[in-house]
């Protein structure tokens, strides 16, 4: 089978794809990888390690724009509501690049028997609509609704009142979308969708969540096109077992240390990583432990220099984690189930969407301290929250455990099963779908 793949977003949007089109190639399927890393990095060494044919859309745009994208999403880290800090992410983000994203999706679902497309990609699934072909849906957080949970960030509040939190949240997302979205319909000749959210489930032949089901069970109420695949992790050959040799050395040298990033935020914000690191440092020369800290380059280039503290600007997490005493992170999807496959306990420092959901369900399963906001990150309260993980050897064994579970899911296989699986006759487009 020919199967096209698109996301958008920071790398924790694109690696899982990356790991999908891998399984998917050893499965024997030809496979193209579209994606659109919106911190305009170049990731087709991931491709390149598995011979997947990938392309990179819009990075010059990023990176020329990658000053204002900064100033903004510092603005936007400081806006409380999750509606509008979505907003201003496809402001920025999204809307500059939607007309080559349509295009080339378009050209790949024109290729393609099946695309798989991000579900926050709605050009992606536009362009499979205006080649009548059909697609399937991958989120990487709980975003399809059920009554046995509330959306993210909700609280619970029962079957009937999350029925309804679920209406909200999906009119929500309408206000956001339906101009955009039904803006570039109207502009290649489709129908316009009266009801995004529904209606991107309606359309799609498949909708997964990447998800652990350790961590999330399937809900009863999900149709059989909704289904649970678990996590999909990126095996780097080549890279997998390769560190630097300094940092093996320094890994040698003493007791496991703390390991610390923000991830994409960093990339997105110099100013606030900085402050991060300074923060990390100086929690970690307070508690007299050693640390391993992760930011860009022109970030480290200006951090204080001590004698416990490793710096590196990227290293293959699968590898480091498991030698490493605690991991301090901001909560993306990738990192979370990265920390999780080691068995190490976390310090969550969120900072928008989806992050808080992470940071809440660690603390839930025992195996983080309670969340640390990006806004209120300081040394005298990461140092609080280290000392309790570090004081808990409960902590570090239940999230032992859960990583002998984890290890044993094989997420994308599951996945491509499901994929495998998908009804491939041609559906006919009717208006508002």
């Keep these: ?10 790398e924790g949007d694109i690696r899982p794809f990356f790991a ?6 050893r499965r024997g399927h030809e496979v193209k990888l579209v994606y659109t890393n919106v911190e305009g990095r170049d990731l087709s060494a991931l491709g390149r390690a598995s011979d997947i044919a990938s392309q990179s859309l819009s990075s010059d745009y990023f990176r020329k724009h990658q000053e204002h994208i900064s100033a903004r999403a510092r603005e936007n880290f ?7 800090q979505l907003h201003r992410i496809f402001e920025d983000t999204l809307d500059p690049v939607v007309d080559e994203m349509f295009e080339t999706g378009r050209a790949l679902s024109a290729w393609s028997e099946l695309t798989v497309v991000h579900f926050m990609a709605h050009p ?7 080649e009548a072909r059909p697609y399937a849906c991958l989120a990487l957080a709980p975003v399809y609704p059920t009554r046995h949970r509330p959306p993210m960030g909700a609280p619970q509040l029962g079957a009937l009142l999350n029925r309804a939190l679920w209406w909200v949240a999906g009119r929500a997302m309408h206000s956001i979308l339906a101009t955009r979205v039904n803006g570039l319909r109207q ?9 995004v959210s529904a209606q991107l489930l309606a359309g799609s032949r498949l909708s997964l969540l990447a998800m652990s089901p350790a961590l999330y069970s399937r809900p009863q109420d999900w149709d059989a096109r909704l289904q649970l695949c678990g996590f999909l992790a990126l095996h780097e050959q080549g890279q997998a077992g390769t560190l630097d040799p300094s940092l093996t050395q320094f890994l040698g040298a003493g007791a496991p240390p703390a390991f610390f990033s923000i991830g994409s935020m960093a990339n997105l914000d110099h100013e606030r990583a900085a402050a991060s690191v300074q923060a990390m440092v100086t929690a970690a020369l307070r508690l007299g432990i050693r640390a391993i800290v992760q930011a860009p380059e ?9 004698e416990n503290i490793f710096y590196l600007s990227r290293a293959p997490h699968a590898v480091l984690f498991p030698q490493c005493s605690v991991i301090v992170h901001h909560g993306g999807a990738g990192t979370t189930h990265s920390t999780l496959l080691a068995g190490r306990p976390s310090v969550v420092v969120p900072h928008i969407a989806d992050q808080f959901f992470w940071g809440q369900l660690l603390q839930q399963k025992g ?11 300081n040394a005298n309260r990461l140092a609080a929250r280290l000392r309790t993980v570090l004081a808990t050897p409960d902590m570090a ?10 290890r044993d899911e094989q997420g994308s296989s599951l996945a491509c099963d499901y994929l495998e699986k998908i009804d491939l006759r041609p559906r006919l487009l009717t208006a508002g779908k």
């Design 1 to 10: 089978m020919r199967i096209g793949l698109q996301t958008w977003g920071t």
């Design 20 to 25: 999908l089109a891998d399984a998917l190639k």
């Design 298 to 306: 022109p970030v480290l280039e200006k951090a204080e220099r001590a």
């Design 187 to 195: 502009r290649a000749g489709l129908p316009a969708a009266t009801d």
């Design 397 to 406: 064994t239940r999230a032992a455990a859960l990583a002998l579970v984890l």
């Design 367 to 377: 195996v983080a301290t309670a969340p640390l906001r990006a806004t209120a990150l």
């Design 124 to 130: 992606a699934v536009s362009a499979a609509d205006a």
């Design 78 to 84: 400081r806006i409380g509501n999750p509606i509008k």
